[in-house]
């Protein structure tokens, strides 16, 4: 069955910096737009950032532009998200997702990796 198995996460100070990966298996990968959701306690599961399967065109939450980035390697089947320039509101559960086609919507999303927790302390 497919896998999503993200990486990364821990406890950082704001202003800090990580760096998500997440690896699939058992997954045409080059064949799905692959976005990165989080959710904090309480709150909804929001989109973070999304990349479409070859073009390299890429997707932001307002929040998180100009200081997050997605990228991908389609040849190691692998997506990464670097988070630069930390803040506290940025403390969730991250998780990778992918999807037959881009989209803001949980539900359109195919596949799920269980999540890698990022802290940021003040």
């Known amino acids: 069955q497919v896998q999503l198995v993200e990486s990364g996460g821990g406890l950082v100070q704001a202003g800090g910096s990580l760096r998500l990966t997440c690896a699939a298996s058992?997954?045409?990968?080059?064949?799905?737009?692959m976005g990165w959701w989080r959710q904090a306690p309480g709150k909804e599961r929001e989109f973070v950032a999304g990349?479409?399967?070859?073009?390299?065109?890429?997707y932001y939450a307002d929040s998180v532009r100009g200081r997050f980035t997605i990228s991908r390697d389609n040849a190691k089947n692998t997506v990464y998200l670097q988070m630069n320039t930390l803040k506290p509101e940025d403390t969730a559960v991250y998780y990778c997702?992918?999807?037959?086609?881009?989209?803001?919507?949980?539900?359109?999303?195919?596949?799920w990796g269980q999540g890698t927790q990022v802290t940021v302390s003040s």
């Open positions: 058992r997954l045409t990968f080059s064949s799905f737009y």
């Open positions: 990349i479409v399967r070859t073009s390299g065109i890429t």
């Open positions: 997702a992918a999807s037959p086609r881009p989209s803001g919507l949980p539900i359109d999303y195919n596949y």
